[in-house]
C-alpha cells in the first residue's frame, strides 16, 4: 500500500496569502496518477486536480498542481474566504489512498 | 446537474447487514464508473470500493479492510448504484459517500472522483 503523508498538518494564513501544501508517498505515484480535493465542513469533498496538475472543472487557476515520482504539491496563491478548508491528496495508481489532510485555517 | 443521492444509512448492530444505495441524476449513469468512499466520525477519507461501467467490464475493486464482506454493484437501467455491506464491524462506522468516475482520467486500477454525494451515515454499534 502506499502511504501519502501530508504536510504541514495546519496551515494559518491571512485572505491574500499563499499556501504551499506537500503530499510525500512511500513509494513512486505511477504515471503521476495523483488528485487533490478539498473539503468544506459538513459538505462532501470536491476534486480540484486529477493527473497531478490537471485542473478539474470550475477550478479557479488561483490553484495548480505540480510535482512527480514521490512529492507533490499543491499551491493556492492569493488565498480567498472561500479556501479555508482540509485538503486531501489520493493515489489512484494502485489500490487508491489519501493523505490524512492538511487544514488551511484563518490565522 | 449532476446529482449523486445515497440513502440507506442507519444504526445497525455488529456483524448484521446492510445496502446502500446511490441515485444518479443529470447525467449518463452507464458511462461513468462509481465508487464509495467512506468518512469515519472526524477522521479523513477512505477509499472502500470501485465498479466499472459495462463498456470497460464492470470489473471490481474492493479496499483489504472490506473485501470479502461488501459488495458493489450498479443498475444502469436505474441509475443506481450500490454496496452491499454483511458482517458488519464498529469500525464500519462512518458516512458513506458515492462518487462519479470518469473512465478518460482513470489508471488501469482506479480512479479519480469527479462528483460526490451528500453521503449516508452508517453506525455499528451494540
Known amino acids: 500500500e502506499i502511504v501519502l503523508t501530508q504536510s504541514p498538518g495546519t496551515l494559518s494564513l491571512s485572505p491574500g496569502e499563499s499556501a504551499t501544501l506537500s503530499c510525500r508517498a512511500s513509494?513512486?505515484?505511477?504515471?503521476?496518477?495523483l488528485a487533490w480535493y478539498q473539503q468544506k465542513p459538513g459538505q462532501a469533498p470536491r476534486l480540484l486536480f486529477y493527473?497531478?496538475?490537471s485542473r478539474a472543472t470550475g477550478i479557479p487557476d488561483r490553484f495548480s498542481g505540480s510535482g512527480s515520482g514521490t512529492d507533490f504539491t499543491l499551491t493556492i496563491s492569493r488565498l480567498e474566504p472561500e479556501d479555508f478548508a482540509v485538503y486531501y491528496c489520493?493515489?489512484?495508481?494502485?489500490?487508491?489512498?489519501f493523505g490524512q489532510g492538511t487544514k488551511v485555517e484563518i490565522k | 446537474e449532476v446529482q449523486l443521492v445515497e440513502s440507506g444509512g442507519d444504526l445497525v448492530q455488529p456483524g448484521r447487514s446492510l445496502r446502500l444505495s446511490c441515485t444518479a441524476s443529470?447525467?449518463?449513469?452507464?458511462?461513468?464508473?462509481m465508487s464509495w468512499v467512506r468518512q469515519a466520525p472526524g477522521k479523513g477519507l477512505e477509499w472502500v470500493s470501485f465498479?466499472?461501467?459495462?463498456?470497460?467490464?464492470?470489473?471490481?475493486e474492493y479496499a483489504a479492510s472490506v473485501k470479502g464482506r461488501f459488495t458493489i454493484s450498479r443498475d444502469d437501467s436505474k441509475s443506481i448504484g450500490y454496496l452491499q455491506m454483511n458482517s458488519l464491524k464498529t469500525e464500519d462506522t462512518a458516512v458513506y459517500y458515492c462518487?462519479?468516475?470518469?473512465?478518460?482520467?482513470?489508471?488501469?486500477?482506479?480512479?479519480?472522483?469527479?462528483?460526490w454525494g451528500q453521503g449516508t451515515l452508517v453506525t455499528v454499534s451494540s
Open positions: 462518487t462519479r468516475d470518469p473512465h478518460p482520467y482513470c489508471s488501469n486500477i482506479n480512479c479519480p472522483h469527479d462528483s
Open positions: 443529470g447525467f449518463r449513469f452507464g458511462d461513468y464508473g
Open positions: 489520493q493515489q489512484y495508481g494502485t489500490s487508491p489512498t
Open positions: 513509494q513512486t505515484v505511477s504515471s503521476s496518477y
Open positions: 465498479i466499472r461501467s459495462k463498456r470497460y467490464g464492470e470489473n471490481t
Open positions: 493527473g497531478v496538475s
